[in-house]
């Protein structure tokens, strides 16, 4: 039972660097989300996707990049790493939408931008 | 914008009861999630509350009065393993979730 799995658990990037974040997903959910956590903030979405080949804005998208190519897996990129997104990542899915019903959270990506 | 607050931080004692408060502007409310968080770990689901009243999960109950804007996580026999973060999120009227920043409770002998 994997569940969501994210990797890499932990980064550390320069300014300017790029990298992308795998989510996997087994639960055969059609929904797919990123998020974002800091410190004294709620969770924000970056992008979601509601189902393979889609994919779509959430409240704080630029300087990432997201695709769906396959139901099970939803890819976060930074083309151009800043120190503001020094943050924790965290993927998630869901059956219906995240406003319906139970979201199902990986472990999460620390992303150090230096 | 929508706002939701929670209280940064709580302290309560084993074996007692907390009540974790959350507000919420009214406009446009469509449900209330609560999820809790270990430290350095994944978020996950405790409650979901679209309409008045409280549900109660085992140890674990969370209230809503919509009028009021208004909810509450309540946990009753408190075990050290409760220490953790407590997140409280909106369905606002875009049906999008807004999060809380979430309340850190730490539970002490």
């Known amino acids: 039972n994997a569940g969501v799995t994210q990797t890499p658990k932990f980064r550390v990037l320069k300014t300017g660097q790029s990298m992308t974040l795998l989510c996997a997903q087994d639960?055969?959910?059609?929904?797919m989300y990123w998020y974002r956590q800091d410190p004294g903030m709620g969770l924000r979405l970056i992008h979601y996707?509601?189902?393979?080949?889609?994919?779509a804005k959430g409240e704080v998208p630029d300087g990432y990049n997201v695709s769906r190519l396959k139901k099970q897996n939803f890819l976060l990129g930074l083309e151009s790493a800043a120190p503001s997104q020094t943050s924790v990542y965290f993927c998630?899915?869901?059956?219906?939408?995240?406003?319906?019903?139970?979201?199902?959270f990986g472990e999460g990506s620390r992303l150090t931008v230096l | 914008g929508q706002n939701i607050d929670q209280p940064t931080e709580m302290t309560a004692t084993e074996g007692a009861i907390v009540q974790i408060n959350c507000t919420y502007q009214?406009?446009?409310?469509?449900?209330l999630f609560w999820y809790q968080q270990h430290a350095g770990e994944a978020p996950t689901f405790l409650s979901y509350?679209?309409l008045d009243g409280l549900e109660e999960k085992g140890r674990f109950s969370s209230f809503l009065s919509r009028s009021k804007g208004y909810s509450y996580l309540l946990l009753k026999e408190l075990q050290m393993k409760d220490s953790a973060s407590y997140l409280c999120?909106?369905?606002?009227?875009?049906?999008?979730?807004?999060w809380g920043a979430g309340t850190k409770l730490i539970i002490k002998p």
């Open positions: 009214t406009s446009g409310f469509n449900g």
């Open positions: 999120a909106e369905v606002d009227s875009n049906y999008q979730l807004i």
């Open positions: 998630a899915s869901s059956y219906s939408g995240e406003h319906t019903g139970e979201l199902f």
């Open positions: 996707s509601v189902g393979e080949g889609t994919t």
């Open positions: 509350n679209v």
């Open positions: 639960m055969n959910h059609e929904y």
